[in-house]
């Protein structure tokens, strides 16, 4: 028999296998809308009254019921689904709400076999329509859409489907705005599905057909379907579809509603931590202080230049080393002045002798000019011997070397003037602060604030304004004034020029709610300015 089965199932066409004891086995497939599905079958005895082609007739009745069977038994769920999963598709395939609304109203309504579908979604307490069946656009205060919002608004209060005329084994339902709508269509036969989202009616579906076509138990299940799947993505789609306005007053409704509703206590908890922060920020005060980079510069700051034309014989001290007055820092090469000092020796030994001869002789006129040539030669040699001594390249004063670093320059030619190095006194500092334009008048003479650097990040240095200058320089696309202020503590050791930190000047105090928000109160007020005619 399993072999009957087996064949009928590969060949899918009725199989006879004789049996050894006698009689046969009769095996049929069963099909379902064109699929195979399985196979029945039955087995005859060798009784010789046995009537073969009566049993297969009858065998292929009863596959016939079998497949009613079926049929009946999966109720059409499968073609069901995929309508509905086609008419969602169709939903999300627009992304505008009201092209999505009519392209699902046109295509649910070529499925179900109706006239007309409507789509409505509530507003307020009442059902809005938002599309019709093939309509792009349609009257909103027609009677039609008028009777038709009746009949959502009676659906949607009974939360039930509604269909008229009422069926024989259905309860008592109000179906008043349905029999009205029914009489404006000339009869036609209504079905009402509510549409929900996350357990709240947001709209309903109206479907009509013509008079004496009612909704089938099967349709009006499909209709269900596509309600509980149409809903959210529709709802939705209606409320990204809106203006900015509309949706930023939702959004504060429902946060109104979360904040004083049950539930959310982490919302409520933020908005008491915010309030007591704003009242806070309110009522409390705070120093007031302008903030702008600073950096350290020494209050007297030397140059020392090349005396004269050069070549660079020494270098002893560079940017960083910290010199003693009278100290050497460098050294020209001296050798050309030198010879040039022999060479006027020597001429001063010659015109010596020869005036001591013109004496002699009593040769007056020749010894004053030979006088008058030996001054001239000590003048020269006084002026080469100051050279010399300029050669060598001191320290004006005690302090440390802020630029200068010939170690790599030796031999190399120097022009006189050429600056060499640049020196500043120890303990003896100013600070320039970089104010920026829109906290430059609130900065005065004589303001005290404290200074923190980025090599002493842990140590704040008490500063005080001494001067504000009206010089601004452009640095990142901003206008900073010049304002030099002077370091109040005593001595600090590790304070070196060109370091650079940022300063807080303290000018007075204020809320701290205008503090916080001043910045921004001056950039709309300019922008208000720029903007206004």
Known sequence: MMAAVDGAIHAERMVIETLSEGGAAIAVPIRMEGHLRGAAAIQIGANPDARTDL????????????????????????????????????????????????????ELAGVLNCELVAI?????????????????????????????????????????????????DGGERVLRAHATLSEIEGGATLCTVPLTEDKKLVGALVLERPAGEPFGRDTIQMAEYAGV????????????????????????????????????????????????LLAFAWFAKGMYRVTADATVEGRIQRAISAPIE??????????????????????????????ERLKWE??????????????????????????????????????????IGRMVIKAPFDGVVVSGDLTQALGAPIGRGDVLFQVAPLNDYRVMLRVDERDVKDVKAGESGALVLASLPDTPIEVKVDRVTPISNAEAGANKFLVEASVTDGPINALRPGMEGVAKIEVEEHRLVWIWTRRIVLWVRMTLWSWWP
Do not use: C
């Not at 009858?58 to 086609?86: C, H, M, N, P, Y």
């Not at 509604?162 to 069926?167: C, M, Q």
């Not at 809903?231 to 409320?239: E, M």
């Open 310 to 339: 050069g070549y660079l014989a020494e270098a002893d001290a560079r940017a960083g080393d910290i010199v003693k007055a009278g100290e050497v820092m460098a050294k020209l090469d001296d050798r050309d002045l030198r010879l």
């Open 120 to 168: 409505g979604l509530t507003r307020g307490r009442h059902a809005r329509v938002r599309a019709l069946s093939n309509s792009a656009s349609f009257g909103k205060r027609s009677n039609l859409v008028r009777a038709i919002e009746a009949a959502m608004d009676e659906a949607i209060d009974q939360q039930a489907v509604l269909s008229y005329p009422p069926p024989e």
């Open 55 to 106: 049993a297969i007739d009858q065998l292929q009745w009863g596959t016939g019921w079998l497949e009613a069977f079926l049929r009946r038994k999966q109720g059409g769920s499968g073609d069901s689904l995929a309508s509905v999963i086609e008419l969602l598709a169709t939903s999300l395939h627009y992304d505008r709400f009201t092209e999505a609304a009519t392209a699902v109203a046109s």
């Open 346 to 387: 020597s001429q001063k030994s010659k015109q010596s002798r020869e005036y001591s001869q013109a004496m002699a002789k009593r040769e007056r006129a020749k010894a004053l000019i030979l006088q008058s040539q030996i001054e001239q030669a000590d003048a020269q040699i006084e002026l080469l011997d100051q050279e």
């Open 229 to 276: 799947l149409l809903g959210p993505v529709l709802a939705i789609k209606r409320r990204e579809d809106r203006w900015l306005p509309a949706k930023t007053w939702d959004a504060s409704v429902n946060t109104f509603k979360a904040l004083f509703g049950p539930n959310h206590a982490a919302l409520k908890l933020a908005a008491i931590a915010l309030i007591a």
